[in-house]
């Protein structure tokens, strides 16, 4: 899942001495969550093409002699919206594949990929691969660039990452929260999507061990997000009506009739 930022946020001065950033030049920064601290640096890489570490962009030449020439790996692209693995329910994740070579790959695969977005989660289709594979991950240094209060709202905490097969998510009370939402693999835009507060994953670890996770707040809506993946499920097809928008204009107001952001 992608995360939000705030359009004051995205307008914050660079807090980096060097050149100042031409936002014209550069609308992408405007939808990176990314700070501009990091954008700098990483440069923004498309998310219709395949691409690499940047270990694969590194010339070969002036390492070669030190001998650091690094494995070169390609990572798997995101795909977006209309791919038809998107849109249809992945299959389990059999005992059998877990330590499997293939599947270990995958997980680490997901890893990176999330955090070169950078991103709080993600599912395996959305990498193309049809399995209930999903990970999750939300940073202190990701939460510092969103305001305090909009934190606090959307109880918003940091977690450690987590890979969860094969996840089964139930619902713990009928609390529920709106917000706007954004996907990978729906680059640019934003809705209003309604969320329960509290939620309990069931799965497996990617060491085939039975994990179990309890969630409130932003941690559970950004589970019920990615479990909803591995169901064809994407936030565009439970959101709110005419809350539909690009990242540019989500404070402008809501349509009338719409529900607020916040807990019911
Ligand atoms: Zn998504």
Redesign the pocket.
Known sequence: ?EVIRRLSQRFTPTPLAGKPINLYKTPQFLHSRTPIIQSQHKPILNPNRPFSSSTSRSPASWLSGFGMIKKITKLPRILQAGHPVLHEPAREVTVEEIGSDRVQKIIDDMVQVMRRRPGVGL?AP?IGIPLKIIVVEDLKEYIAEAPEEENIAQDRRPFDLLVILNPKLRKKSDKSAFFFEG???VGGYRALVERYLEVEVNGLGRDGKPIKVEACGWQARILQ?ECD?LEGT??VDKMVKRTFRTVENVDLPLANGCPKQGVR
């Open positions: 899942m599912a959305q996907c990978l693999s997000h993946h994407m936030y």
